[in-house]
């Protein structure tokens, strides 16, 4: 079992290490802003885990909860004030927005320096042709995992299922980086057991509780798990399962993420990481 809970939190140590040298030689505390839209319960849940996570790691956390109905010229009004704050060196607006709100367009507004998100179409484009940018969070975290797992990852088949700009997509980049022979798959590919079974890095990012089954897998194989799906589990209760069918693939896959305990404690741990980069360059640090 790859142990994401327990590497986010030396990573966290590691933050906040640096964040407390920061402070104490420059006199710089970086700052973290949050900004949620409407009362999305799962939101309302990450914002709240953020923001503490953000404090404990000796930075300034700001969070603005505004009204399901708040137009988006005040939204955008908002994200600029924040791009010509100093105090700020990092900006989320945490999707999904309500319909009646451009998600894009509010988020090609965040001055890409401060985009912690790593959504922003100039770090888009600055991952996909290899120049040094903001990371999305969760294929960050995937791609520290699998590099603290399984040391070079050169040369080896790393098959993606999902296809989305938050996870699927950008970790396609990060594997290809690091030299791995990628396949991208999704819900439409043909034959997509036999894509899967030929990875010796599978990432399940496609949405879709235990879609990837235990047969799926190569023997011997790494997966790492991004899905996060609550489902029912009797008695009027629920639980969170993955994308993977863990209980097959246990047993089969040579290292895997559990859900929970995996990859999302990487993707709080991430952001903060990329909070403290962006206050280095906005300083010019390092």
Not at 71 to 80: D, T
Not at 102 to 112: F, G
Not at 268 to 282: E, F, S
Request: charged share 20%.
């Amino acid at each position: 079992m790859i142990d994401g809970k327990a590497f986010a939190a030396g990573l966290v140590e590691s933050i906040r290490a640096d964040v407390a040298v920061l402070k104490a030689s420059r006199f710089i505390q970086p700052g973290l802003a949050v900004v949620l839209v409407g009362e999305d319960p799962a939101s309302q849940v990450y914002v709240r885990n953020k923001a503490k996570q953000t404090v404990l790691a000796g930075m300034h956390s700001v969070e603005f909860k505004l009204p399901a109905h708040t137009p988006e010229p005040a939204l955008i009004a908002l994200v600029e004030q924040l791009n010509a704050d100093p105090k700020i060196h990092g900006i989320l607006v945490q999707l999904p927005l309500p319909g009646h709100i451009d998600s894009t367009k509010v988020l090609d507004t965040i001055n890409p320096d401060k985009d912690v998100d790593g959504f922003h179409i100039i770090n888009a484009g600055r991952l996909a042709v290899g120049l040094p940018g903001l990371v999305p969070c969760t294929p960050l975290g995937c791609i520290m995992l699998l590099t603290d797992a399984l040391g070079d990852l050169s040369g080896l088949n790393a098959v993606v299922v999902g296809r989305s700009n938050i996870v699927g997509k950008p970790v396609a980049q990060l594997l290809l980086a690091q030299n791995c022979t990628v396949t991208i798959a999704h819900s439409r590919s043909r034959n997509l057991p036999d894509i899967c079974r030929g990875a010796d890095i599978l990432i399940a990012a496609a949405g879709r509780p235990e879609m990837i089954k235990g047969d799926w897998i190569k023997p011997g194989a790494t997966v790492i798990d991004v899905g996060i799906n609550r489902v029912p589990a009797g008695d009027g209760k629920t639980k969170l399962v993955g994308d993977v069918a863990y209980g097959e693939a246990q047993g089969i896959a040579g290292r895997i993420t559990p859900v929970p305990g995996g990859v999302g404690p990487m993707t709080i741990a991430c952001l903060l990481r990329n909070t403290l980069t962006a206050a280095k360059r906005i300083e010019g640090i390092g």
